[in-house]
């Protein structure tokens, strides 16, 4: 039964090759921040050609998987006053996710130094000490992010917080047909999962194009106050221009 059910994660892991995953995530100060609302996005991302989903609490991650069965990347996104990741930044997230076995889960691997001073090495050993079958994701920012999170042995390589970081401020993903994305996929030996302001679906295509395993796309697809502002955006300009 075990070897059933692991073949059964990695067929749903290939199922994501080539495709688009959406990332249906809501804060608590956002308007749609709801479990119930987040399951229902996630129900219209299906329906709209999505084969994975990337979703934000064990009790969102639960309410997807009950109503689409994608496979999911799961995060949890907390704050501690001593670290600035934020992206399942301890074990305690861990264990969160585990209660709903998400197919990959997501961590910040930036190298900035986690709670109570845990490096990215230390907290990913302990990890997969625990968990050695869990498929982990790597949430990187540079280049040199993304190959050593390649050495440690993440299954998945994330563009995720290119231009989030401080010593990534300035880039953008798309710059120059997507040169950092290019070298990484040239560089490391894990799949590359693109992400981050990948907001068209030209940008989406050209990623999987380039040799991207999928692409996450999320606030362009599933946060309407921020698409609603750049149509308003582009209206004020004209009021401007009067």
Do not use: W
């Not at 069965?69 to 301890?90: A, E, Q």
């Amino acid at each position: 039964m075990e070897n059933n059910m692991e073949k059964s994660v990695e067929e749903r892991i290939r199922s994501l090759k080539g495709r688009l995953i959406v990332s249906c995530q809501a804060l608590p100060e956002e308007p749609l921040h709801s479990s119930f609302i987040m399951g229902r996005m996630a129900v219209a991302a299906r329906q709209g050609g999505a084969s994975g989903i990337r979703a934000n609490t064990a009790e969102d991650i639960r309410e997807i998987q009950k109503e689409t069965h994608l496979p999911v990347i799961g995060i949890v996104k907390h704050n501690y006053p001593d670290s600035g990741v934020y992206i399942t930044p301890t074990m305690r997230e861990i264990e969160e996710l585990m209660s709903v076995k998400p197919e990959i889960i997501a961590m910040d691997a930036t190298g900035a130094m986690r709670p109570k001073g845990v490096s990215l090495a230390e907290f990913f050993s302990q990890v997969k000490e625990k968990y050695p079958d869990q498929k982990l994701m790597a949430d990187c920012s540079t280049i040199a992010e993304a190959l050593l999170a390649d050495q440690l042995g993440f299954d998945f390589i994330g563009t995720t917080m290119v231009g989030y970081t401080p010593q990534s401020q300035g880039n953008r993903i798309e710059k120059d047909d997507f040169a950092i994305l290019r070298e990484i996929l040239c560089s490391v030996k894990h799949p590359v999962i693109a992400e981050g302001n990948i907001n068209t679906p030209e940008k989406a295509k050209r990623v999987i194009e380039l040799g991207a395993y999928a692409v996450v796309v999320g606030s362009s697809i599933t946060r309407p106050q921020l698409i609603t502002r750049e149509y308003a955006k582009a209206i004020e300009e004209l009021e401007k221009g009067d």
